[in-house]
Structures are given as structure tokens and as C-alpha cells.
């Protein structure tokens, strides 16, 4: 199985790669006992918050990473894919700015993902 850390860079390269706005991953295992890494994007449109959802699920199954849950009301400004160990929250721009998990997880640590170089069989 893939290492945590790994694969939350992996999710965020893609998730930025496929024009995701503000990917953060945050490191919260010293704050919550829920999970150990939180990725936050923002998506310009509903087309692309599903788009964002489909991208982290596809990755998650091609290294066999169990589907805790997915949140994702249809036409909902914010969903959440639940990988246990990595938690990412899709939103719009509107629901991350009034929610604000920035700054609910201000003391974590932010994890750098621009080292992830993908291989070239890697297509998401």
C-alpha cells in the first residue's frame, strides 16, 4: 500500500494539476485523532467539484485505499471524500471563505507537495 504522506501529495498534484485554486495539504495528526492529513481546493464550478471528487476516488482505488465515506449532495457548494487517514473538502469559493478551515486547522502543519513528481504510467 502507498505511504499516507505520498499519497496526499499525489491527490494534491493532480487535484492542482487539473486547475484546482488554493490546494493546501494540512498535517493535523497532532490535533485530531480522526485523521492525519486534511486537503482543502476550491473549484470554480459544480462541473468541477465532481470532477475534483472523481480524480481523488480514482486514485484511492488504483492503490486499493478504502473509501471511509463521500459527502456530495447533488448541487452542493462543498464535498468531502473520506479516505480515513486523508480527508480532502472540495468547495466553492463561497463555502471556503465562510467556513474557513484555514483557520480551524491553523495549528497544523502544512505539507509542501510540489516535490511530487509523478511516474509516466500515472494518468488521473
Known sequence: MIQTKR?????????????????EIIDVE???PI???VILVTASSSRQLNSF????????EHYQVPIKNVEDKYN??????DLNDIVIHIMDNNSRA?????GVYAK??????????PTKKENF
Open 7 to 23: 499519497l496526499a501529495k499525489k491527490i494534491a498534484h493532480y487535484l492542482d494539476f487539473h486547475k484546482g485554486e488554493n490546494v
Open 30 to 32: 497532532d490535533l485530531t
Open 35 to 37: 485523521t492525519r492529513f
Open 53 to 60: 471528487k472523481d480524480i481523488a476516488l480514482k486514485i484511492a
Open 76 to 81: 452542493t457548494p462543498w464535498v468531502i471524500v
Open 98 to 102: 465562510k467556513y474557513n478551515l484555514e
Open 108 to 117: 497544523g502543519k502544512k505539507v509542501d507537495y510540489s516535490d511530487y513528481k
